[in-house]
Nanobody, 128 residues
């Protein structure tokens, strides 16, 4: 089971860290991705990190590079998404997901329809 948390109401320019914790399996064996969906828009890939044995390689969508960073803490069985300089257009439900390296790394460039394992979403609202 994947559990996403950390969302909430933040002001523009602030930072927020989302967490994706796993129970029942080890996150390091999977590639983990973050996706988000805003009202009226298709779900989009945000960032992903490959499995530990594949070297924890990361990918972040071009328009989010420099503001969003994904990381993994194997001791806590948790993957994080650090979001800085948040903008109103970052308002969305954020989901974490797990699958094989190939599936995640290809799916994160789209809407993630091929990804098998999903956590519930956590709402991030950026507003003054």
């Amino acid at each position: 089971q994947l559990q996403a948390s950390g969302g909430g109401l933040v002001q523009p320019g602030e930072s927020r860290r989302l967490s994706c914790a796993a129970s029942g399996f080890s996150l390091e064996d999977f590639s983990i991705g973050w996706f988000r969906q805003s009202p009226g828009r298709e779900r989009e890939g945000v960032s992903c990190i490959s499995s530990f044995r594949s070297g924890d390689h990361t990918f972040t969508a071009d328009h989010l590079k420099g503001r969003f960073t994904i990381s993994r803490d194997n001791t806590r069985n948790t993957v994080y998404l650090q979001m800085n300089s948040l903008k109103p257009e970052d308002t969305a439900v954020h989901y974490c997901a797990a699958d094989s390296d190939y599936t995640l790394l290809t799916s994160v460039k789209g809407s993630g329809n091929s990804v098998r394992f999903w956590g519930q979403g956590t709402q991030v609202t950026v507003s003054s």
